[in-house]
């Protein structure tokens, strides 16, 4: 099925294009471990933001992180500038059922008070469990719900999206 695919690269241009029209060179753009971050570095290079790319490990803000335990790969957080009253574009590769980036919102919180929360994802998969839409999406997938798609990079630092 991965042939169905679109090509990861070229939705992060289309999303870069979306975006860029509001765009101010002063919003900081943040991540969501880890595909979340590979896209918001591709973003930021194609925005010209002006501050680092910010990453987000929202391990600890999962809702069911007493059911699933600790990733093994847990990252600290990273967030170059000062929140307060900051407008911030949130980037992951995937938006499915809206909990991650509830847990993403709700560490965000713990650093200040943003101004505003834009959301930009590769893909939106619909099913959303919380009412949490996306300000931008590369593309909208209908996938099965027993199967999931899976943003990788490559060591020529390629994206590619599979499902699995």
Known sequence: MTASLPDANALIESLAAAI???????TLIVGIHTGGVWVAERLHALLRARHPVGQLDISFYRDDFSRIGLHPQVKPSSLPVDLEGRAILLVDDVLYTGRTIRAAMNELFDYGRPALIRLAVLIDRGSRELPIRPDYAGAALDVPAHQNI????????HLTLTIA
């Open 20 to 26: 860029a029209p509001a765009f101010d060179p002063d």
């Open 150 to 157: 899976h943003l990788s990079r490559l060591d020529d630092g």
